[in-house]
């Protein structure tokens, strides 16, 4: 049986801060393919007040989640336990795209670790936050992150980043608008 939770508590918190993996899902508004993201790197994720989190997001193989949320908003962050006493959290809410070009970007991007091939940083407001025994989640031991998404966006020079992202970037697979032309054009930033 879920808890559900007003804020993000200490203990919360703590449990968020130990993971080592986070899951992002989201939908389109009409029809559509339901997305379901894995997000490494710990130091990715930031608790921003009580209810609100935010995560940076790099480039990748998609950009579903930047369309979805541009769709309609709605996102569910999950941690799960694969280490230590079964737990699962759920954050749901309505997310925002904030890219480069944003005011508030410059500032967001300071919570976070330094990671090549920054696309946007996205900000969610949860309206719900709530816990469950995980119970039947595996046990499973973290080794290390891959470094393989850093030394792959190293490797890119402007120009390769920008036909990368035109190419990936611009819509989902569903066709829904994602990343503008400007939005894609990659910057200096990086966390």
């Known amino acids: 049986m879920a808890k ?28 559509g393919h339901v997305n379901v993201s ?5 130091d990715t ?4 007040d009580d209810t609100t989190v935010a995560y940076l997001d790099l480039d990748g193989s998609g ?20 280490s230590g006493p079964p737990n699962i ?28 091939g920054v696309r946007s940083v996205i900000v969610v ?24 998404l850093d030394e792959w966006a190293h490797r890119k020079d402007v120009q390769q980043k920008r036909a990368y992202r035109a190419k990936h970037n ?3 697979i569903d066709g829904l608008p994602a990343l503008s032309a400007e939005e894609t054009d990659p910057v200096k930033h990086r966390s």
């Open 4 to 31: 559900v939770h007003e804020t993000l508590n200490e203990r919360l918190r703590a449990f968020i801060a130990e993971q080592p993996v986070y899951f992002v899902a989201t939908a389109p508004e009409q029809g």
């Open 38 to 42: 894995p997000k490494g790197y710990a």
């Open 45 to 48: 994720f930031a608790v921003l």
């Open 63 to 82: 950009v579903e989640t930047i369309a979805h949320i541009r769709d309609n908003g709605r996102v569910t962050i999950m941690f799960a336990a694969f």
């Open 89 to 116: 959290v759920r954050l749901y809410g309505r997310g925002r795209v904030v890219t480069p070009g944003d005011e508030e970007f410059p500032g967001l991007l300071k919570l976070f670790g330094p990671h090549p």
């Open 125 to 148: 407001e949860c309206d719900r936050i709530s816990d469950s025994c995980g119970f039947a989640v595996p046990f499973m031991s973290f080794d290390e992150d891959r470094t393989l």
């Open 170 to 172: 611009r819509e989902s």
